[in-house]
């Protein structure tokens, strides 16, 4: 996900005649420190950071980087001094949930991300408010925590399976868990969509080619980025902005890692 939209925002910068510098600090602080002080020493025009959250000391640790123009990618704090671009998390876990419930489905797990990402909060947020709004209940044996890569995935479906009850269908809060849930359902003999039907998030270009392909919620990595860097710019030429959160709607990309729910005989 995150180098479908770096390549947006490359992409972005290039045509507006800029270079991007490029860091990956897989959540460490230390590394994070080390290049926002790089690129400060480098007199950067601005700063572009994704997952920012739990991260603010090391913001705060910078008193030279409060008077850089920055804008935060898909999680962060918003502030007077800080831009963020974020997708509708809750909005895009209600349409993957209320998909499920339309193929007539009732029993309906979650593989959630790390409870300390609001995006993840969010989306769990959105699945249990389209069981309730449709009076199915939450059951908290199907919802099972994940960390957003393949092998958290692969983990939480096992546990799902190894459950007395299963559900019919599961809403997985990102595509690279989905990936992992699939390998671990078809490892166990089960079949997807006839025996559980998926819907994963992000619609990373992979998600495609999966067998069967997935269903997705939609994030427009294109747009996130285009519009990350629009306003980084409008920062960096000293323009007035209004509005420090700006919210793209995702949408719902149906494939074959649905069905229906047969019907009972």
């Not at 860091?23 to 690129?39: F, I, P, V, W």
């Not at 339309?102 to 990402?117: F, M, V, Y």
């Not at 769990?124 to 709004?133: D, M, N, P, R, T």
Request: with cysteine; aromatic share 6%; net charge negative.
């Amino acid at each position: 996900f995150f180098a479908e939209v770096v390549r947006g925002v490359e992409r972005y910068c290039f045509e507006q005649g800029y270079n991007l510098m490029l860091g990956n600090t897989e959540g460490q602080a230390e590394t994070a420190l080390s290049y926002l002080k790089m690129m400060l020493r480098k007199r950067v025009d601005g700063l572009l950071i994704m997952c920012s959250e739990g991260q603010q000391e090391v913001f705060n640790q910078l008193d030279w980087l409060k008077s850089l123009p920055v804008v935060v990618m898909d999680w962060g704090l918003v502030s007077a001094d800080v831009d963020l671009i974020a997708d509708n998390s809750f909005h895009g876990g209600y349409l993957a949930t209320r998909h499920l419930i339309e193929l007539g489905h009732s029993a309906i797990g979650c593989i959630t991300g790390p409870q300390n990402r609001a995006p993840a909060n969010q989306r769990q947020a959105g699945f249990e408010k389209a069981l309730l709004e449709s009076g199915l209940t939450v059951n908290p044996q199907w919802i099972q925590e994940g960390d957003f890569d393949c092998a958290s995935g692969f983990a939480a479906m096992e546990r799902l399976l190894a459950l007395p009850t299963r559900p019919t269908a599961l809403f997985v809060c990102n595509d690279m868990m989905a990936m992992g849930a699939i390998s671990a359902a078809h490892q166990a003999g089960i079949v997807i969509p006839r025996d559980i039907s998926i819907v994963g998030y992000d619609n990373v270009a992979l998600a495609q080619y999966l067998s069967p392909p997935l269903t997705t919620i939609n994030q427009p990595k294109e747009e996130l980025g285009r519009l990350a860097v629009t306003r980084l710019l409008a920062r960096i030429n000293g323009e007035e902005v209004e509005n420090h959160l700006i919210t793209v709607d995702p949408d719902l990309v149906i494939r074959q890692s649905c069905a229906p729910l047969p019907a009972q005989s």
